[in-house]
């Protein structure tokens, strides 16, 4: 690609992320807190920095000699005629590549569960006051005694373990099923607001091998999704600009579904076109092997858990 061209994507690229990044910069810089935004910061490691360079993707190569940057950065080799992303990056990412790979493909095979409602947040709150829930900063918009009546009369059905596992003890036995890190391919569907949150998370996982700009729509997508839950949760998020979504009320669980079922309906071809991504990096890192690891470091690789905000 012409350093005209590619220069000119990654510019465009930088106009888009930049909001995003600025806002989360300006608020860390006094203290700040954006329990809706800075979600798609905290709960998924990837930085304002890393956000902000953009990737061709993996078959690309960059021409001119400001390309010569990226052999700074990691996943990038020297070709004949310039720089592109070099797929032997992934040698020590393949478990996770396969991992990524059974997780899309059982989604995507999987009918959509419907009717949790966002019950999520209100069962990681359920026999909490004020004082001890995640968001000690953010107000309740209903009271305790709300949030119990309704998760016991309405009920639990959460299917994404990164959810589940955060739930209280009070309220993960009145979950209908019991989701782990083992039986995540054969639970996640794409109905589940955190599926279509997680396309980010994976497709940032093998950047620079995933082009930016689609990586840029996963992190919109992760951005909806993350406003609905909020809308949906306990809490009141009217400070953010938001309205709440009061499923507590037969008339907001209503309102939930339908959100649910527009988010699903973008999901389906992100998910559809990061899993093609996927299984065409692992054909073309057939015959790459995983690094021997030092025993002393031996969990360094292992897929780290995160903290839901």
């Not at 190569?61 to 592109?84: C, F, K, M, N």
């Not at 590549?97 to 095979?109: C, E, H, N, P, R």
């Not at 001890?132 to 373990?161: K, M, Y």
């Amino acid at each position: 690609m012409h350093s005209e061209q590619w220069t000119l994507k990654a510019g465009r690229h930088a106009d888009r992320v930049r909001p995003w990044v600025d806002a989360r910069l300006a608020r860390r810089s006094v203290g700040h807190k954006h329990a809706v935004d800075d979600f798609l910061f905290d709960y998924y490691p990837f930085s304002p920095a890393k956000l902000l360079i953009w990737h061709p993707g993996f078959g690309i190569t960059l021409e001119g000699p400001e390309a010569e940057t990226y052999l700074t950065l990691a996943g990038y080799r020297q070709s004949d005629s310039g720089v592109t992303a070099d797929i032997s990056w992934l040698s020590n990412k393949l478990p996770r590549l396969d991992m990524a790979i059974k997780i899309l493909s059982g989604t995507t095979s999987h009918s959509p569960v419907m009717g949790c409602f966002g019950l999520h947040e209100w069962a990681m709150v359920y026999g909490l006051a004020q004082n001890e829930v995640r968001h000690e900063d953010l107000p309740l918009r209903v009271s305790p005694e709300t949030i119990s009546a309704t998760v016991d009369s309405v009920g639990l059905r959460c299917t994404h373990f990164d959810a589940f596992r955060f739930f209280t003890p009070e309220a993960k036995p009145q979950n209908t099923i019991t989701p782990t890190r083992e039986n995540q391919s054969v639970l996640e569907n794409p109905g589940c607001l955190h599926a279509s949150m997680d396309l980010y998370k994976m497709a940032n996982w093998f950047s620079p091998l995933i082009n930016s700009d689609f990586v840029m729509d996963c992190f919109e997508n992760a951005a909806r999704a993350r406003q609905i839950d909020m809308r949906a949760s306990p809490y009141d998020v009217s400070e953010f600009g938001l309205e709440a979504i009061r499923v507590e009320s037969p008339e907001g669980r209503r309102e939930y579904a339908d959100a649910q079922k527009d988010l699903m309906q973008a999901s389906i071809p992100l998910r559809s076109q990061l899993l093609e991504f996927l299984v065409a990096l692992r054909s073309q890192s057939q015959g790459l092997k995983t690094p021997k690891r030092d025993p002393s470091t031996s969990g360094s690789n292992k897929v780290q858990a995160t903290q839901p905000s």
